[in-house]
Nanobody, 124 residues
Framework: QVQLSESGGGLVQPGGTLTLSCAAS????????MRWYRQGPGKERELVAR????????KYSDSVKGRFTISRDNAKNTVYLQMSNLKPEDTAVYYC?????????????????WGQGTQVTVSP
């Protein structure tokens, strides 16, 4: 079964650095794009960054561009989010996401999968 597990969150001061990890299993990780989302208190879930299966195309939201870096290690089935110059508005639960084609009863479609999330709190 598809599983995504985030780790690395915690409390950090503004301007600090934190790296999140997402361990994936249950699907062919090397064939799939990966994404990081976040959801702050009272806010909608926001797409933060995405990376293609080979890492050749990377996109960021405007709010994190220049500060965050998404990367992946296909040999370890892991995607990372390096966060620097953190701001209080970065405080959120961060989620790892991917789409996997499933074929119940021979009918195939793309299904979203999510990890449980990891809390990042940026506070003085």
């Amino acid at each position: 079964q598809v599983q995504l597990s985030e780790s690395g969150g915690g409390l950090v001061q503004p301007g600090g650095t934190l790296t999140l990890s997402c361990a994936a299993s249950g699907f062919t990780f090397t064939r799939h794009d990966m994404r990081w989302y976040r959801q702050g208190p009272g806010k909608e879930r926001e797409l933060v960054a995405r990376i293609t299966s080979t890492g050749d195309i990377i996109k960021y939201s405007d709010s994190v561009k220049g500060r965050f870096t998404i990367s992946r290690d296909n040999a370890k089935n892991t995607v990372y989010l390096q966060m620097s110059n953190l701001k209080p508005e970065d405080t959120a639960v961060y989620y790892c996401n991917t789409e996997v084609e499933v074929c119940p009863e021979n009918v195939c479609y793309d299904r979203d999968y999510w990890g449980q999330g990891t809390q990042v709190t940026v506070s003085p």
